[in-house]
């Protein structure tokens, strides 16, 4: 997971310039806005998340840049668990995990 928010710390500072693009603040909307207040619990493994940007052109290469980032960035996470077996309890825990999905979108999503 480290790798995967190295890539996107690595993509907002080359937007440095503007603002809006900075890595701490989108990793901090996205841990603010994907937790579940009722259960005081974060939902999956964060990243950025950022909303109401500016519309000019350096927002647009930024989203392209967040485009072409996700495969490579989330690709070599897939690749070494997939083979892994995994436990009932395991299983159950994932279940869980996307009941939750639908508990924060149902509740809390805008």
């Known amino acids: 997971i480290g790798s995967f928010h190295q890539m996107y710390s690595e993509l907002c500072s080359k937007h440095l310039q503007h603002p ?4 701490a603040s989108m990793k901090q ?4 806005y994907f937790f579940l207040p009722a ?3 974060h939902r999956g493994t964060g990243g950025i998340f950022f909303d109401d940007l500016p519309v000019d052109d350096e927002t647009l290469t930024f989203v392209k840049g967040v485009v072409t980032t996700w495969m490579p ?3 070599p996470i897939v690749a070494r668990h997939r083979a892994e077996s995994f436990s009932e309890q ?6 869980l995990r996307r009941g939750r999905y639908l508990e924060f979108n ?3 999503d805008r």
């Open 73 to 75: 960035s989330w690709l």
């Open 20 to 23: 809006s693009f900075s890595y």
């Open 29 to 32: 909307a996205c841990d603010d």
């Open 39 to 41: 259960r005081q619990e």
């Open 90 to 95: 395991q299983k159950q825990w994932q279940l």
């Open 106 to 108: 149902l509740l809390y």
